[in-house]
């Protein structure tokens, strides 16, 4: 039992009494950190995704400064955990071991039969030896180590920043005016600005919306990340009403009432972000949406107790989530069938053959981590026009990069989270909404890392991290945290 830190500073079940001045100041720094990590997921999407190497490397920068703020504030504000390590062990675990063996792939091993080909022969070019490397790229691998520790960064930020409930719920609020605030500018600038993207003029006609990003497939998975949100922030608040006891008449009036005096805006953001998903003309992120809106509302519906009006309403939400997302899913395989004969279809047909090929070549030391586009230089067969960046493909690439077994882990890691979400479903009694959105934030990136790369946008990558921190964090009771 934990008593409010406005009662004389005591705390019951821990190790001594605590003044209520240090209490004040814990609270005071973590408002201000919490406030500095929200301000960071609020600017990320404006240069472009960040995109570009200075823009996550200040994120980076920043989420590494409030991580040591933080830490000293355990130290010297007589600040605790709000959600104790042991409750973390599982995930930090699994990912530690492909952080490690990813600094293991940038270190210099001499001429070991470890090292990449590729320095072997850098050696004999320049006729003297060079100590090889399993990356093919280490300033690459090095630089995504710092990306990856800036999503764990975020995440583990989330986790002890929104344990307590009214703090969850301004993080819910403001993850859905975030994603609004983009989607609103996204269909602003589509619809009148044609020929800007952002501050630069487009090289290209107006295609896609694709608000401040560079392209609308990546905006495409950050705007499903912020409409499930928003989704999620209707369904807190017409949540009891909906399952509750009573009539049809009776359910549908509280509804109608809850929405017109508080939940106007959250369905008004579903509604412009609704509206900028489908201008991103992206069907996997339309799929991965639907997937998401279903999972979303299956959790939030099946872990409570529901009369007839909310078994019916279950019922006709899911069938038409799944119905509409398998729909959509058929006319991407019609026309990538139809299309299979065309240059678009052959090349990635191509691109998914040769980097499987590079998987095969090195299934358990990979090429380095983050290095794709350096090492997949080397498979070039001519199949394949240009260069490719990366795999759209997140597994495959995540593959080739780090090798089978590292891969597994670090995906693993990501599946652990979302899986003691799932259980805090339907271990809860209330705010399930909280690990329910993270659940289905999982299943958008899942579905979405199959065919694009969305997730190496680290705009989106940071808010599927918040987001998880948040459910993580909201997932476990009050007696277990």
């Known amino acids: 039992m934990q008593l409010g830190p406005d009662y004389l500073g005591v705390q019951i079940g821990t190790d001594g009494p605590r003044s209520t001045a240090a209490t004040r100041a814990a609270l005071r720094l973590e408002s201000a950190l919490f406030w500095t990590v929200l301000g960071t997921l609020a600017a990320m999407p404006l240069p472009f995704g960040s995109a570009w190497p200075w823009a996550w490397s200040l994120a980076a920068v920043l989420i590494g400064l409030v991580l040591l703020t933080y830490g000293l504030g355990l130290v010297f504000t007589e600040a605790r955990l709000a959600l104790p390590m042991r409750r973390l062990r599982v995930p930090l675990l699994l990912l530690s071991f492909p952080v490690l063996w990813a600094f293991l792939q940038a270190t210099p091993l001499g001429g070991s039969d470890l090292a990449h080909p590729i320095w072997s022969a850098g050696g004999e070019a320049l006729g003297r030896p060079v100590s090889g490397k399993i990356s093919v790229d280490t300033h690459a691998t090095g630089t995504s180590v710092m990306r990856l520790f800036l999503y764990v960064g975020v995440f583990f930020l989330a986790v002890q920043l929104c344990r307590s409930a009214d703090r969850a719920f ?9 994603g609004a605030a983009y989607g609103l500018y996204g269909i602003i600038a589509y619809l009148l600005m044609p020929e800007q993207l952002a501050w630069l003029p487009r090289t290209s006609p107006r295609g896609d919306l694709s608000a401040a990003f560079l392209d609308g497939i990546p905006y495409a998975t950050f705007a499903s990340l912020g409409l499930i949100a928003a989704i999620a922030l209707v369904a807190k608040l017409v949540h009891r009403p909906a399952v509750g006891s009573g009539s049809r008449k009776a359910v549908l009036s509280n ?56 078994r019916s309403a279950l019922a006709a939400l899911v069938v038409g989530g799944m119905l509409l997302t398998v729909h959509l899913a058929s006319e991407t395989a019609l026309e990538e069938g139809a ?41 070039g067969d001519g199949t394949v026009q240009g260069y490719a960046p990366n795999a759209h493909n997140d597994y495959m690439e995540l593959a080739f990069d780090l090798g089978l077994p590292a891969a597994g882990l670090l995906l693993l890691a990501i599946g652990s989270v979302a899986l003691r979400c799932l259980i805090g479903v339907y271990d809860r009694r209330r705010d399930i909404v909280y690990p329910a959105l993270a659940v289905a934030a999982t299943s958008v990136a899942a579905a979405q890392a199959l065919t694009d790369f969305s997730l190496q946008v680290p705009a989106t990558a940071a808010l599927l991290a918040f987001i998880l921190g948040l459910g993580y964090s909201q997932s476990w009771t009050s007696s277990e945290g």
Not at 170 to 178: K, M, P, Y
Not at 265 to 279: H, I
């Open 339 to 379: 299309a299979a004969d065309a240059s678009p279809g052959q090349q990635r047909a191509a691109l998914n053959a040769l980097v499987w090929q590079g998987i095969t070549d090195s299934p358990l030391l990979g090429h380095g981590y983050g290095a794709f586009e350096s090492a997949f230089q080397g498979y």
């Open 255 to 310: 509804l109608a009432r809850i929405l017109g005096a508080k939940g106007w805006a959250p369905a008004g953001a579903v509604l412009a972000l609704a509206a900028a998903t489908l201008l991103t003309h992206s069907r996997a992120g339309l799929i991965a949406t639907g997937i998401g809106v279903v999972v979303l509302l299956f959790c939030l519906l099946s872990a409570t107790r529901l009369n007839r009006f909310g």
């Open 170 to 178: 301004f993080a819910l609020n403001a993850i859905v005016a975030i």
